[in-house]
């Protein structure tokens, strides 16, 4: 059964210095991957996805995520944060029947 | 296009109760999925209603439960309320006609339900 594991439940930075968020994956093939992200009371946005095509995956709002099979990873980062980044951002996989399987999710705080 | 709207945003119910919460998909989404969040256990899936039928189900009691209008709007359904159901629940539409990841799914704002 696909997986995925958010290595960070929370993670802080400065304004304008890179974010790095871990999320691990478990699946018996290639699976596709997505990250989304949920700013307070508003709903799931995508941020990009991951479907085997290319492995370097570019996404909204500067984002981008790297699948590396070797070590079965998939990290979003961005080179320079923004205030505005500010939200709760959560690693999914779909599962064979569709559904999403989501991770438990990392909450990012960007300081001024 | 407009995006997912679900009503009522916001509910309080006592335990017992029951409640129905409204999801309506952008125009031209034929899938239709419910997730539950709570801070315990996350996010988790609940159904997906397309063309009117239920294609997939989540690890939820039969008190969850759910449908679809032929105009694709879907309504959940929960009976004998608990405590433990106080959650955010969120809809989300996708254009998906066939399995595959590579539908992305548009979410709603979700309904917060708070069961007193």
């Known amino acids: 059964a696909q997986s995925v594991t958010q290595l960070d439940s929370h993670v802080s930075v400065s304004e304008g210095t890179p974010v790095l968020l871990r999320c691990n994956y478990s699946s018996s093939y290639s699976p596709s991957l997505f990250w989304y992200v949920q700013h307070p009371n508003k709903g799931l946005q995508l941020l990009l996805k991951y479907t085997s095509a290319a492995t370097l995956v570019k996404g909204i709002n500067g984002f981008e995520a790297e699948f590396k099979k070797s070590e079965t990873s998939f990290h979003l980062t961005k080179p320079s944060a923004h205030m505005s980044d500010a939200a709760e951002y959560f690693c999914?996989?779909?599962?064979?029947?569709?559904?999403?399987?989501f991770g438990t999710g990392t909450r990012l705080q960007v300081f001024p | 296009k407009a995006g997912v709207t679900q009503t009522p945003r916001y509910l309080i119910k006592t335990r017992g109760q029951q409640v129905t919460l409204s999801c309506s998909p952008i125009?031209?989404?034929?899938?239709v999925s419910w997730y539950q969040q709570t801070p315990g256990q996350g996010l988790q899936f609940l159904f997906e209603y397309f063309s009117e039928t239920q294609r997939n189900k989540g690890n939820f009691p039969g008190r969850f439960s759910g449908r679809q209008f032929s105009n694709s709007r879907s309504e959940m359904n929960v009976s004998t309320l608990e405590l433990g159901d106080s959650a955010l629940y969120l809809c989300?539409?996708?254009?998906?006609?066939?399995?595959?990841?590579?539908?992305?799914?548009?979410f709603g704002p979700g309904t917060r339900l708070t069961v007193l």
């Open positions: 989300a539409s996708s254009p998906r006609l066939t399995s595959g990841a590579q539908w992305e799914q548009f």
């Open positions: 125009s031209g989404h034929r899938s």
């Open positions: 999914v996989v779909p599962h064979n029947t569709d559904k999403l399987i």
